[in-house]
């Protein structure tokens, strides 16, 4: 099919020469052919991989197969005489510098590249199969890309940080993650969500970065702010509006639904109807795509009072964050709490009695230009990290991950 000198140009693989194609069909990853190709080394003079200089002293030559990218429908095999020289700087036996493999790769780099490109998108598996690779090798590849492409972070100029959990195996363990939000960057993953979990990041701040934090965006349940407290002298605590909507959504709305179904227990179809409306109520009316969503959802509050009433104040409470000034804000505070605490709905006013004291945190979102949505899109992408593969019992990896799919906007 090719002539050897066309393959040796087309392939690239400098310092070498093809001399034996063998073309062996349906011997590749499922049911692909696969062509091994044979090379043979052209230079007289190698470098030293690890001091660069150079020699013609061939140590010794070990045959290596190198996986390269697939060529049309082939999976490609190179069959590579691996030399080692003898570096008189390094006084010893060293491997020979290759532009397009690194030392004791299985693997070409453009292969390596191709692969950690794919692995940005899809699941580890997939990509596996596309290039016809092991597993454990698509993710040894992906995670070294990672530890050379996701840098150390700069921290000078920081003012504001977000911080938030999340689950890690099934809810079993924790893990935490603190970002940069106005530039939506991940500055630190680490395991745990405790005060003690989250120390090893604060104390490796400067005093002047520390003394520099603003504000700190966080859920108001969560263990971090007293820490922040302690090394951020400066430094505001704000709740973020995601999370206290999350917790309307799950001590109040869920609440109320199941104790309306339960009051319906005559009308077997009206109880029906009410049981299955959890994602109609939990759902913002903008993202409702049809209008017989919309339909379903008004006929649902006009039937039932105590529905309509939840409904209406997670709509308002929502407001509490949009309000930019502060006495506004305070005095849209002060009339949800008088609604709440009126309706006589008991989960309701118990969770606006559990919110009354963190109102500071709540208003302080005024003072600070701080997206809400920042620490829920960071939430979702990492469920989403997760999903994608199941390398991630190693942490240092699904970290990797995290950090890598939120490098900063403002690089
Ligand atoms: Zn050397």
Known sequence: MFDRKMLTKLGGWTGYRVVDVDYRPG???????????????????????RCGSTSTQVHDTAIRRIRDLPMFDWDVVLIVPRRRQWCERCGGPQLEDLEWVRP??????????????????????????????????????????????VGTVDLTGVRYLGMDEFALHKGHRYATVIVEPLRREVLWVGAGHSREAVRPFFAALSEQVRRNIRAVVMDMNAAYDLEVRAWCPNAEVVYDLFHVVAKYGREVMDRVRVDEANRLRQDKRARQVVKS?????????????????????????????????????????????????????????????????????????????RLKPYLSGILAHCRHPLHTSVLEGIN?????IKRMAYGFRDEAYFFLKIRAAFPGNLR
């Open 277 to 353: 409306s959890r994602w109609l109520l939990l759902r913002n009316r903008e993202n409702l795509k049809t209008s017989e969503q919309q339909v379903r959802l008004d006929e649902l509050l006009a039937a039932n009072e105590s529905l309509m009433t939840v409904y209406v104040l997670k709509e308002d409470l929502k407001e509490l964050w949009r309000t930019r000034e502060e006495t506004e804000a305070r005095s849209r505070w002060e009339a949800w709490y008088r609604r709440a605490m009126e309706s006589g709905i008991e989960p309701l006013m118990r969770f606006a009695r």
């Open 104 to 149: 004791y790769r299985r693997v070409t780099r453009r292969l390596e590249e191709a692969v950690g490109r794919l692995c940005q998108m899809m699941p580890l598996k997939q990509v596996a199969a596309f290039y016809g690779l092991a597993w454990h090798t698509v993710k040894a590849i992906d995670k070294q890309m990672l530890e050379r492409t």
């Open 27 to 49: 011997e590749g990853w499922g049911g692909r052919g696969k062509v091994i190709i044979r090379l043979e080394p052209t230079r007289k003079r190698m470098r030293c991989n």
């Open 380 to 384: 979702n992408r990492i469920k989403v």
